[in-house]
């Protein structure tokens, strides 16, 4: 089950100034995989694609966010659109040293950048400053808390009495982590699985390396699967009697030459009947689960939905998009792409969609 | 030369590149071989600015000279902006007897009597079309040079295509041309794109088409190594079938290069009806709109019913494109499919 492994770290490339760089030979990882498997409470499930993710979602709607998340946090989570990685568990990542992690980051990204520059020190000392925080009232009963990082920056030329801007910012978070895999960790690894950035790339990547480093982990880019993809049209069209979705579009790329995209946006009043003309209402399954009707989906019924989408398009058009991959799916809730980009624009369904991609991160980590 | 030539010349050099600003000046006949000589086109553009200024200074020429190269240029490149076409209905007996000075004499009064201040330019492209160059003004402002109308006209057929006309120059426009043409409507074809050859080539019907016919191609020799030859013959019959639909629906050979088409869905669903009676059963239509995008769009759809993404026969609504030199359609319960005109 445990998986020891070399440790890959040599990726140190600069002498880092007051960074205590902790070597160590070995790494610990668990696969998350592997701690799903024979024993796992999740049954056989219809589809190949969808055969390690969960076939139920419960929607939780976490009504009060607005109260429980500082505002300003909660307006740079719902502002940017977020570029998605995966990250291993983190080793001896401690919650109570964000203070000296902002230090060392910005010292790490100041020495990085100043690698081949001619300038004067003391301006490029001060011209990156990192700031670590948390983020309150996001996390489940077993997830750690959200850890926000941002980083403010002044213009090469800017004057002296200029304020710093945001230049980047990137959270790492755990909504909902399968419990038994967070449960079965050693106690020095934390599980942060879901890593956001917004901001120029090569930010991203000296933070990326900079985590590496420092917590031994392995980070890779996140793309939001064809099912992930079916689940959020489902699970933001679910919304629609609460918040208007105003569309559901979906975008399809088909493998012709030269590619053929197709973007079917339909009316949210007909996208919601169809959702509900598909659920499987206060059938006699849902007394069995002693849930409220409505509030737990299945993915049959989240493929029942893309099957009708799909055939109403079949039959006007005798072109088949299963043969095709969804590449992006939007409403006015939010907005997710294949190539790893979400953007939730409503901060009521941000714990589901958070949810959601944990569990993609989690199966993405390398087994 | 005053601020505004200047600003209007810049514009052209800077969105033309290099190679393309040498021909344009090469085809137009204001200038001599030593002044076209001597504009070096390997400088930066801001020094070859310089030099046209020169040039343009030396002759006193003005706005107006300026914007017979813009046209020039734009006739040469007519691949960019978004156009329009337009087909115009009724013809009058004498419809097919317009020729070329009679219309641009007649083009002008009218829109001059139409719109105070206007400033029109006509020229005749090497392919016989008629480029037209519409500068609005109203009755307080001049012309704007800036943001000029281009109309594409073939004199003798009803279709007429346009770029960069906004919603309250077309009535102008429009009754232009109705009055010097004589057609008595216009109307919408419901077809645009970046290619203006393209989408006249659409409409005209100028590209390599194949018709139904009862007796598929002969079939080519097949390596008789196959392990099973009925499957195997039985299965290229399939594909030479298909290539053969594909063919009659979308064209053969090199196709018109359209980008996009679109449909607002507004019929009943028709999902199936075994697994979604719901649905299907319910009143009212199942709305959307459905886009589709390519950078060559017939050429996607013909690998799509050739490689069995589409099915066969193709599905009326895509073979509407080039059936009916369209791509924006309104698809309605009763007659598939309508138009919004």
């Given amino acids: 089950m445990l998986n020891m492994e070399q440790h890959r770290g040599s990726a140190v490339r600069t002498p880092i100034n007051g960074v205590p760089v902790q070597k160590r030979s070995k790494s610990y990882r668990l696969s998350y995989g592997s701690c799903l498997g024979a024993a796992s409470r999740f049954g056989f499930t219809p589809t190949l694609t969808a055969r390690r993710f969960s076939t139920t979602r419960r929607v939780s709607k976490l009504h009060n966010v607005k109260e429980k998340i500082n505002a300003d946090q909660l307006a740079l989570l719902v502002k940017m659109e977020w570029k998605l990685s995966y990250v291993t568990p983190l080793y001896q990542f401690r919650h109570t040293k964000l203070k000296s992690y902002s230090r060392q980051l910005s010292v790490f990204i100041t020495a990085e950048k100043q690698q081949g520059l001619a300038v004067d020190v003391d301006r490029v000392q001060n011209s990156y400053r990192v700031s670590f ?48 895999y967070l449960g079965s960790l050693p106690k020095d690894f934390i599980c942060l699985p879901l890593f956001g950035s917004s901001g120029p790339e090569d930010l991203t990547s000296l933070v990326q390396s900079w985590f590496k480093q420092n917590f031994d982990c392995c980070i890779g880019p ?116 294949y190539n790893g980009k979400i953007k939730i624009s409503n901060s009521k369904y941000m714990i589901t969609t958070l949810t959601l991609l944990t569990e993609g991160a989690l199966l993405k980590m390398p087994i | 030369m005053d601020d505004f030539g200047r600003r209007l010349l810049q514009r052209l050099v800077r969105r033309t590149p290099a190679q393309a600003l040498k021909a344009t000046l090469g085809k137009w006949e204001r200038l001599t071989v030593a002044q076209r000589q001597s504009v070096d086109f390997t400088q930066p553009k801001v020094a070859v600015m310089e030099q046209l200024v020169a040039i343009f200074e030396e002759n006193g020429w003005t706005v107006k000279h300026i914007t017979e190269l813009e046209m020039i240029n734009y006739m040469e490149n007519a691949n960019r902006g978004m156009w329009h076409a337009f087909q115009m209905t009724d013809p009058k007996d004498d419809a097919n007897a317009v020729e070329m000075m009679q219309f641009k004499e007649q083009f002008k009064s009218h829109l001059s009597e139409l719109v105070r201040h206007v400033s029109v330019k006509i020229k005749k492209h090497t392919d016989e079309a008629l480029w037209i160059r519409i500068a609005w003004g109203d ?46 409507g216009i109307k919408d074809a419901n077809l645009s794109g970046q290619k203006l050859t393209a989408i006249r080539d659409l409409l005209m019907k100028q590209y390599q088409q194949i018709f139904p016919s009862k007796y598929n191609s002969p079939l080519t020799e097949k390596n008789e190594t196959v392990s099973n030859p009925h499957i195997e013959r039985e299965q290229s019959e399939h594909a030479s079938k298909r290539l053969q639909m594909a063919c009659e629906a979308f064209g053969d050979g090199i196709v018109p290069q359209l980008q996009t088409a679109v449909y607002k869905l507004e019929t009943k669903f028709r999902g199936d009806a075994n697994t979604n009676r719901t649905m299907t059963k319910r009143e009212g239509p199942f709305r959307c709109l459905v886009k589709f995008a390519s950078t060559n769009l017939l050429e996607s759809f013909r690998e799509c019913a050739s490689s069995g993404i589409a099915s066969t026969p193709v599905s009326p609504l895509l073979s509407s494109i080039t059936l009916k030199g369209r791509n924006y359609f309104v698809v309605t319960e009763n007659g598939l499919p309508s138009s919004q005109t």
Wanted: with cysteine; aromatic share 10%; proline share 5%.
């Fill in chain 1, 133 to 180: 925080s948390l983020v309150h009232g996001m996390a489940g009963t077993d997830d750690a808390e959200t850890v926000l990082i941002q980083v403010h920056s002044k213009h090469m030329f800017a004057k002296k009495d200029e304020p710093q801007k945001l230049i980047w910012s990137g959270w790492l978070t755990c909504m909902n982590g399968n419990s038994d």
């Fill in chain 1, 222 to 337: 996140l793309e939001i699967s064809h099912t992930s993809l079916q689940w959020l049209a489902a699970l933001w069209t679910n919304c629609h009697n609460e918040d208007n979705i105003q569309h559901l579009k979906l975008i399809w790329s088909l493998p012709v030459a030269p590619p053929l995209q197709i973007t079917y946006t339909v009316d949210p009043q007909d996208a919601w009947d169809l959702w509900g003309s598909v659920r499987k209402g206060s059938g006699a399954e849902k007394v069995r689960e002693e849930e409220e009707p409505g509030k737990i989906i299945d993915i049959d019924e989240v493929m029942s939905f893309m099957q009708g989408l799909n055939s109403h398009f079949y039959k006007h058009f005798r072109l088949d998009l299963s043969s095709g991959s969804l590449k992006e799916v939007a409403t006015s809730l939010g907005s997710a792409k």
């Fill in chain 2, 139 to 184: 009755s307080y402002s001049p012309p704007n040079h800036l943001k000029p109308t281009y109309v594409v006209h073939h004199l003798q057929t009803p279709y007429v295509f346009v770029t960069s006309l906004n919603s309250k120059q077309k009535p102008f426009l429009v009754q232009a041309l109705i009055l010097s043409t004589g057609y008595q």
